[in-house]
């Protein structure tokens, strides 16, 4: 095995993964068969550590990235935008006629603020149904018929008697 083609390209395949590209991509993008690639995993120890530090790598990058747009989004946020408008010369040149800017607002979402809130507080912001029973205690003597399909065993016999 060459070991020249793998340090001409291990740190480009190191690179994209930590970009976030599949090991297959990153194959295709240094230009290596993806047998070539699992060999190397293989007989170079070093390298495969490397790979799994660039991909925790990417994680804590693009997670890092994904809160902040969530929470950009939960609270709301403005953009300011600029439009230039231009004339051509007659020599083909372009010359700056006007510029404007304008702040764009953007109001919170509300399935990034759902989901920021059931998250962070989930004992006060549930996204669950609360399906528990409550019986008064002061009635008594009643019968819970189970109704079952047919061909079904029932799940409890038919006539159970609740009393106190």
């Known amino acids: 095995m060459?070991?020249?083609?793998?340090?001409?390209v291990k740190d480009d395949i190191i690179s994209c993964i930590r970009e976030g590209d599949s090991n297959i991509l990153a194959c295709k993008r240094v230009g290596?068969?993806?047998s070539t690639f699992y060999e190397w995993?293989?007989?170079?120890?070093?390298?495969?550590?490397?790979?799994?530090k660039a991909r925790k790598e990417f994680r804590e990058t693009i997670l890092k990235k994904l809160e902040q747009s969530l929470w950009k989004r939960a609270a709301g946020y403005e953009v300011e935008e600029v439009k230039n408008?231009?004339?051509?010369?007659?020599?083909?040149?372009?010359?700056?006629v006007k510029s404007s800017k304008?702040?764009?607002?953007?109001?919170?979402?509300?399935?990034?603020?759902?989901?920021?809130?059931?998250?962070?507080?989930?004992?006060?912001?549930?996204?669950?149904?609360?399906?528990r029973l409550s019986v008064d205690d002061s009635i008594?003597?009643?019968?819970?018929?189970?109704?079952?399909r047919e061909d079904t065993p029932p799940?409890?016999?038919?006539?159970d008697s609740i009393n106190d």
């Open 2 to 8: 060459s070991k020249g083609k793998f340090n001409d």
């Open 32 to 34: 290596i068969s993806k």
């Open 41 to 52: 995993l293989e007989s170079y120890p070093d390298f495969s550590d490397s790979l799994k």
């Open 85 to 96: 408008e231009y004339r051509t010369l007659r020599d083909g040149g372009e010359v700056l």
């Open 102 to 131: 304008t702040t764009k607002y953007f109001p919170p979402d509300t399935g990034a603020l759902i989901f920021a809130l059931t998250n962070l507080d989930s004992d006060k912001w549930k996204n669950r149904q609360d399906n």
């Open 140 to 148: 008594t003597g009643f019968n819970i018929k189970v109704v079952t």
């Open 155 to 159: 799940i409890a016999n038919s006539e």
